[in-house]
């Protein structure tokens, strides 16, 4: 069993960054690949980024690479996503999961637990 929570969503301009959380409980986390999805108005859930259990892998989506960076402390349990020069388009509910397998896996959207999701806004 393993709990999820995100944070550090918000309302920000065009250009601008902002860093999300995702603090785990239930098991230790360097067990787990972790990953970031996201869901934009009107749009299916979509693969952002994944992190491999100690941080030596990581992979992207077109769409954010170069722009977002994924990275893990696991003595905190915590996974984070910072994101910079953001783009309207990236207005979503974000979204943390894990699971106890690859990070191939996890990008193909197969989770074992999933957080509830923190709203990033980005204003033009």
């Known amino acids: 069993q393993v709990q999820l929570v995100e944070s550090g969503g918000g309302v920000v301009q065009a250009g601008g960054s902002l860093r999300l959380s995702c603090a785990a409980s239930?098991?230790?986390?360097?067990?787990?690949?972790m990953g970031w999805f996201r869901q934009g108005p009107g749009k299916a859930r979509e693969f952002v980024a994944v992190?491999?259990?100690?941080?030596?892998?990581?992979s992207y989506a077109e769409s954010v690479k170069g722009r977002f960076t994924i990275s893990r402390d696991n003595a905190k349990n915590t996974g984070f996503l910072q994101m910079n020069s953001l783009k309207p388009e990236d207005t979503a509910i974000y979204y943390c999961?894990?699971?106890?397998?690859?990070?191939?896996?996890?990008?193909?959207?197969?989770?074992?637990?999933w957080g509830k999701g923190t709203l990033v806004t980005v204003s033009s």
């Open positions: 239930g098991r230790t986390f360097s067990t787990y690949t």
């Open positions: 992190i491999s259990k100690l941080g030596s892998a990581t």
């Open positions: 999961a894990v699971n106890s397998n690859s990070t191939e896996q996890l990008r193909g959207g197969l989770a074992a637990y």
